[in-house]
């Protein structure tokens, strides 16, 4: 599955962003599908990740109440919305998709490009 990801910007912190990520290639519905970031000299890490079916979600305690992830299988695009953006949040955001949401959160199965998140103080 090929996965493009949209939607990062510069942002002031308080701010909102929603990050798009549109994939093409295979069977979008049948696939768990999520985000990473990584910070500037930081390893990267999971952030939200969401099952075929959107029964299930799970995020990163650090965006907990704050990140919302989502997806439309009608348009095989999946989306995580960012509120009460933090400076610590400014990273290059990567969509993944993978078999399963723990699959996804150890070691997804396909990566897209990276947008860039910056937060602004």
């Known amino acids: 599955v090929q996965l493009q990801a949209c939607g990062g910007g510069l942002v002031q912190a308080g701010g909102s962003l929603r990050l798009s990520c549109a994939a093409s290639?295979?069977?979008?519905?049948?696939?768990?599908m999520g985000w990473f970031r990584q910070a500037p000299g930081k390893e990267r890490e999971f952030v939200a990740t969401?099952?075929?079916?959107?029964?299930?979600?799970y995020y990163a305690d650090s965006v907990k109440g704050r990140f919302t992830v989502s997806r439309d299988n009608a348009k095989n695009t999946g989306y995580l919305q960012m509120n009460s953006l933090k400076p610590e949040d400014t990273a290059v955001y990567y969509c993944?998709?993978?078999?399963?949401?723990?699959?996804?959160?150890?070691?997804?199965?396909?990566w897209g490009q990276g947008t860039l998140v910056t937060v602004s103080s």
């Open positions: 290639g295979r069977t979008f519905s049948s696939d768990a």
């Open positions: 969401i099952s075929w079916n959107g029964g299930n979600l």
């Open positions: 993944v998709a993978g078999s399963s949401t723990g699959r996804i959160r150890t070691r997804p199965d396909y």
